[in-house]
Every structure is written in C-alpha cells, then in structure tokens.
C-alpha cells in the first residue's frame, strides 16, 4: 500500500521551530519531486517547499524562504521539513506529496500521492 504520512507538528510560539517529517511506505521516493502544501483555515492550498531526488533542488515559496529548509534522506525513505523563525501566519495543515516528475512543480494535480497532513499552530 501507498503511503506518505506526515508528523512533527504541533503548537509552538513565534519565532520557534518545528520539524516535520514526511515518510513513505509503498513507493521509493528516489526520482519523485515532493512537495509539502499547506492550507490554513478559509484559505486555498498553497505550495511550501520541494525538492527534487532527481537532481536534488529545491525550491522555496518567498513567504518561508531563508526560514524553512527541505531535505531529504533517500535511505530512510523520508523528507524533511525544517521549520524556523516560525509566524503565526504559519499556521495551517501541512500536506506532503509526491509526484514521478523531474525537477519539481508547484501544480497540486501533478502530485500522485499525499498524506494525511499535520497540524502547525504558531501561537503569537
């Protein structure tokens, strides 16, 4: 069964950290894009961060660049998403996703497989 699940969220004060951890079961995540999403209350899904397993880049969206960092560890099957300098308007359900794709792309309907989400609650 494929699968991608998701932790390491939680609540945690303003300009504290979070780790998320996106693990796959399945599928091997060597030559996917994986992307984490995320969607806050009474607002559309938007695009966080990727990276790439097959030429290993990564991409930011400008609201977490210098803040947030992507990786991945092929070996564990496992991305990561470290979370930094964290605002409340952080806030939301952060999704990951994979998609077979080279390079990465920030179109939601490209994305095979999902999690379930985690919940990041930056308080003020």
């Known amino acids: 069964e494929v699968q991608l699940v998701e932790s390491g969220g939680g609540l945690v004060q303003a300009g504290g950290s979070l780790r998320l951890s996106c693990v796959a079961s399945?599928?091997?995540?060597?030559?996917?894009?994986v992307t984490w999403f995320r969607q806050a209350p009474g607002k559309e899904r938007e695009e966080v961060s990727c990276?790439?397993?097959?030429?290993?880049?990564?991409f930011y969206a400008d609201s977490v660049a210098g803040r947030f960092t992507i990786s991945s560890d092929i070996r564990k099957n496992t991305v990561f998403l470290q979370m930094n300098g964290l605002k409340p308007e952080d806030t939301a359900v952060y999704y990951c996703?994979?998609?077979?794709?080279?390079?990465?792309?920030?179109?939601?309907?490209?994305?095979?497989?999902w999690g379930q989400g985690t919940q990041v609650t930056v308080s003020s």
């Open positions: 996703a994979a998609a077979n794709i080279a390079g990465c792309s920030w179109n939601w309907y490209e994305y095979d497989y």
């Open positions: 990276v790439s397993t097959t030429d290993g880049n990564r």
């Open positions: 399945g599928f091997i995540i060597e030559n996917y894009a």
